[in-house]
């Protein structure tokens, strides 16, 4: 059906040039732009950039189903590699082609990585688990204690999953990959190469614990978007107030070029002191990667909680702004701490997206490891979250524990690349309207007041590491013996 809705991928002409491949793994060399004219549609009026993603994206979580040891591991690490070289020379890069992203969690490296038998030019020969990991300096400095860029995943205060769900899930998968491409059919390719069971496929070395699909866009260029098509088509309650133009379910645009880091802003070594891993770490160019998944409540957002369009303006964006009725994008001025608790004293409410910015943006301009000079606004993460009818994966190897149905339902696949977890933990505090300095709004992180938290519902999280595309395969594992 997506496919059919936004139409045949772009391709490169025959005969193009390859695109040479970043070391990043996470990122999309050529990404789509258009310019917006604020109600969805790329236009030569338009006047607010955005990114336009690939418009699938799916999410493989496993467990390893290798023995631990350096032998089996290495021969692991080769046959993985080969299988992921072959479907880049088989692909261009996204959003037309077909983009691999392989995320390590900490239970692969604590488990299969206990300690380093070989010495390197990036460890000394008995380094152990976690002493290999990217440090993240300036929150060990912070706590005077060392603090790694990679930590286990946490919940936070507006955390609250649907009404006999349980608590949130915070998993302990090994891996996990994030496949994007605006064809369905380069996604079922790569999926099958990396974990079918056939010769030349990967498969054998992984247990698979979840299937999460997804889907974002589609309306840019006319027509109906993809959130709205595909919530019809599944009978979601609340689907018929999704704008028709939006591309997610709440309404509103969420890519605009300037709110998202661009490539390497996000990586562990790119800013000065955020982490150790310049200027010759072994995870230079990769990044984290939190994943998430959480319900949202369409009939609650369009209808009982927030009933007209300026309310949804207010508690998406933040209170006291106002845009013409039918806005998709919408570019507001940016907000500083002291003016988000300035309108949380003025209004008893503050926005999602303005109590996340003082924390998402350098307050300063800054020089950055390369030489670039990024100036004060500069976003610090890049968002690569879509929406889902999953409820809550496709699939699941834990239907009980996952209270897996296969009745659809409206939700979000979330995940953002950060060059630390706790760069990640600060953003997610203040969406809850929680700031670093201990200052806090006067009321629940689930009242109305808090932006958009009471009509979403987390139901899992975990955090991964990135690495760069060189070590993506068992990274560490040439160092065992």
Do not use: C
Not at 368 to 375: F, Q
């Amino acid at each position: 059906m997506v496919d059919a809705l936004v139409g045949p991928p772009e391709r490169p002409p025959i005969g193009t040039a390859p695109q040479p491949l970043r070391p990043e793994q996470y990122a999309i060399p050529n990404p789509r732009l258009i310019m917006d004219d604020g109600f969805g549609l790329a236009s030569s009026k338009g006047k607010i950039p955005v990114l336009i993603p690939p418009f699938h994206n799916h999410i493989v979580t496993a467990k390893l189903n290798v023995p631990a040891g350096a032998k089996s591991l290495q021969e692991a690490q080769r046959h993985l590699e080969s299988v992921l070289q072959r479907l880049e020379q088989q692909f261009p890069p996204p959003p037309s082609g077909l983009g691999v992203v392989v995320a390590w969690g900490l239970p692969y490296f604590e488990h299969y990585i206990p300690r380093l038998g070989k010495s390197s030019s990036y460890f000394r020969a008995g380094t152990s688990y976690p002493a290999y990991l990217p440090v993240d300096l300036m929150t060990s400095k912070q706590r005077g204690r060392t603090v790694y860029a990679l930590q286990e995943s946490r919940t936070f205060p507006s955390d609250e999953p649907p009404p006999g769900f349980g608590p949130v899930r915070l998993e302990q998968n090994d891996v996990a990959v994030l496949l994007r491409s605006d064809s369905l059919d380069h996604i079922m390719t790569a999926t099958n190469a990396i974990f079918g069971t056939g010769n030349n496929q990967a498969g054998g070395l992984f247990k698979v614990t979840s299937i999460r699909r997804g889907f974002t866009g589609g309306a840019h260029t006319g027509g109906q978007g993809l959130a709205s098509k595909l919530a019809l088509a599944a009978g979601i309650p609340g689907a018929d107030m999704i704008p028709r133009k939006s591309p997610i379910f709440l309404g509103f645009t969420t890519t605009i070029r300037d709110a998202e880091s661009s490539v390497p802003v996000s990586n562990f070594e790119t800013l000065p002191g955020w982490t150790d891993q310049w200027p010759n770490g072994y995870f230079k160019h990769g990044t984290i990667m939190p994943l998430s998944h959480l319900f949202q409540d369409l009939v609650a957002w369009y209808s009982k909680i927030f009933p007209t369009f300026d309310a949804r303006i207010h508690a998406m964006f933040r209170p006291g702004v106002s845009f013409a009725p039918g806005t998709v994008t919408a570019d507001p001025p940016e907000q500083n701490e002291a003016d988000v608790l300035t309108g949380v004293q003025k209004y008893h409410a503050y926005g999602h997206n303005g109590s996340m910015q003082p924390v998402n943006r350098l307050q300063e301009q800054t020089t950055g490891n390369y030489g670039h000079v990024y100036p004060v606004n500069t976003a610090i993460t890049n968002r690569g979250d879509f929406a889902t009818l999953d409820n809550p994966f496709h699939y699941t190897s834990d239907p009980a524990g996952d209270h897996f149905s296969d009745q659809k339902a409206a939700g979000l696949h979330f995940l953002l690349f950060a060059p630390t977890t706790e760069t990640f933990n600060r953003v997610r505090l203040a969406m809850d309207g929680e700031f670093p300095d201990g200052r806090r709004a006067p009321f629940s992180s689930r009242s109305s007041g808090a932006g958009l938290n009471s009509v979403v519902h987390t139901t899992h999280r975990q955090n991964f590491l990135i690495p760069p595309r060189s070590h993506r395969s068992f990274p560490l594992t040439e160092f065992l013996d």
